[in-house]
C-alpha cells in the first residue's frame, strides 16, 4: 500500500469516528472529500519534494582550489616571482581554468552577481576550515537557494592510515572499503559487522583476570560512531536516490538513543494514561467521583500510581473528556488530542 493509501485509510477512519453513517450516498461523498484532501496534499508535497531535489547542490572544494589559486597568484605578484619551468606556469594556468569553467556550470543557473560569489568562497572557505553548525547554517542562511556537500571525514586514505587500528578492533577494513560509496549491500554488510562487533563487547566479561585488557581491544564507540559518519558522508558525496539500509536505521539507533529513549517512554507512559481515562471514565456514573482505590481497581495499577496519576493533569484532561463524549466518539476525537502537545 502507497503512502498515500495509508493515509487515506487512516483519515478516513479518523474522520468516521466509528460512528454509523447515513446510507452509502453519504459515506461516499465523505470519501470523496477525504481523498480530495488528500489528493491535493499529495501534489503539493510532490512539488515541494520536486524542488527540494532541483536546488543546486555545489561541491565545495572547487570553490576553496579556486580562492587559493587568487592567494597564490598574489603571492607570486607580491614577491614578484613567477614558475621557473614555463610547463609548470601552464599547468597552473589549465587547472585555473578548468576550476572556473566548473564554477561557471555550477552557478550559471543562480545568476549571481561577482560580490555575491564572492561572499559565497568567504563563507565556504571558512566553513571548510571548521565545519561547525553555526558555520554551516551561516551558507544556509545567507544562501538559501542552494545546497552544499558537506563531507568531511572518511575516504581511501584515511581508510589505508586507520587500517591497523580498525583490525585491532575487529573491524574489516574490506567492508569499511565496500561501504565508503554508498552501496547499499556494502553498507548492510558493514553494519551488520559492526553491530556483531557491539553485541560481542556487550558480552564480554567486567570483571577477572584480563577483562580490562580484552575490553581495551573490543570495538570502540568513538571507531563506530565515525564510520556512521563516513557512510553518511558517502550519500551526501553521491548525487543519488538510495534505499538507506535496515541494519544502518539500527546502528544509529543504538549509538544515539537506545532502544528506551526518554522520550519514547514518555510517549508511552502517556499513551496509556489516555487509553486508562477513557476507559475508566466509561465504568463511572455522570456525578461519581474517582477514588484511588477505584482506579487501582479498574486500572489495574499500584495505589501508589493510581495516587499520582489522580493529580496528574494529563490524565485528568483525559477522564474529564471521557466523560463528556460516547465511546463511539472517543477513539476518533483520542486521534485527534493525541497530536496536540498536552503536559502534565
Known amino acids: 500500500m502507497s503512502a498515500v493509501r495509508r493515509k487515506k485509510a487512516g483519515f478516513r477512519k479518523s474522520a468516521s469516528g466509528n460512528k454509523p453513517t447515513r446510507g452509502r450516498s ?25 524542488k527540494w531535489l532541483s536546488k543546486p547542490r555545489l561541491h565545495t572544494a572547487v570553490f576553496e582550489q579556486a580562492r587559493h589559486d587568487e592567494e597564490f597568484e598574489k603571492v607570486l605578484a607580491t614577491n614578484k616571482a613567477a614558475f621557473k619551468d614555463k610547463s609548470d606556469a601552464e599547468a597552473f594556468a589549465r587547472q585555473k581554468e578548468k576550476r572556473q569553467q566548473e564554477i561557471d556550470t555550477a552557478i550559471r543557473s543562480l545568476g549571481w552577481s561577482l560580490e555575491r560569489l564572492k561572499s559565497f568562497i568567504d563563507a565556504v572557505v571558512t ?37 591497523a587500528d580498525f583490525k585491532n578492533q575487529g573491524i574489516n577494513p574490506d567492508l569499511i572499503a565496500g561501504a565508503l560509496d554508498g552501496d547499499e549491500p556494502g553498507v548492510d554488510e558493514l553494519c551488520l559487522h559492526l553491530l556483531d562487533l557491539l553485541l560481542k563487547r556487550d558480552e564480554l566479561p ?4 584480563g577483562f580490562i585488557d580484552r575490553r581495551r581491544k573490543a570495538v570502540s564507540d568513538a571507531s563506530v560512531n565515525y564510520l556512521i559518519t563516513t557512510i553518511l558522508e558517502a550519500y551526501d558525496w553521491n548525487e543519488h536516490v538510495y534505499r538507506v539500509p535496515a541494519s544502518l536505521v539500527v546502528l544509529i539507533r543504538h549509538q544515539l538513543c537506545g532502544t528506551q529513549p526518554d522520550l519514547d517512554v514518555e510517549y508511552r507512559l502517556r499513551e496509556r494514561k489516555r487509553s486508562v ?7 463511572l456514573n455522570p456525578e461519581e467521583r474517582l477514588s484511588i482505590n477505584k482506579l487501582k481497581l479498574l486500572a489495574g495499577i499500584s495505589r ?4 499520582r496519576w489522580l493529580k496528574d493533569q494529563y490524565f485528568q484532561h483525559w477522564l474529564d473528556f471521557g466523560r463528556r463524549q460516547p465511546w463511539e466518539e472517543l477513539l476518533s476525537a483520542a486521534r485527534q488530542g493525541a497530536s496536540k502537545n498536552l503536559h502534565e
Not at 453519504?26 to 520536486?50: C, H, M, P, Y
Open 206 to 209: 567486567k570483571s577477572g583476570s
Open 304 to 307: 501508589t500510581t493510581a495516587a
Open 26 to 50: 453519504g459515506r461516499q461523498n465523505k470519501d470523496l472529500f477525504v481523498d480530495g484532501i488528500l489528493d491535493t496534499w499529495a501534489v503539493r508535497a510532490a512539488q515541494e519534494r520536486s
Open 127 to 163: 566553513y571548510r576550515g571548521d565545519v561547525s553548525i553555526q558555520n554551516y547554517l551561516s551558507i544556509r542562511q545567507k544562501f538559501p537557494e542552494v545546497d552544499i556537500q558537506v563531507a568531511h571525514f572518511g575516504g581511501i586514505d584515511a581508510l589505508f592510515s586507520l587500517e
Open 277 to 283: 481515562a477513557m476507559g475508566v471514565a466509561q465504568c
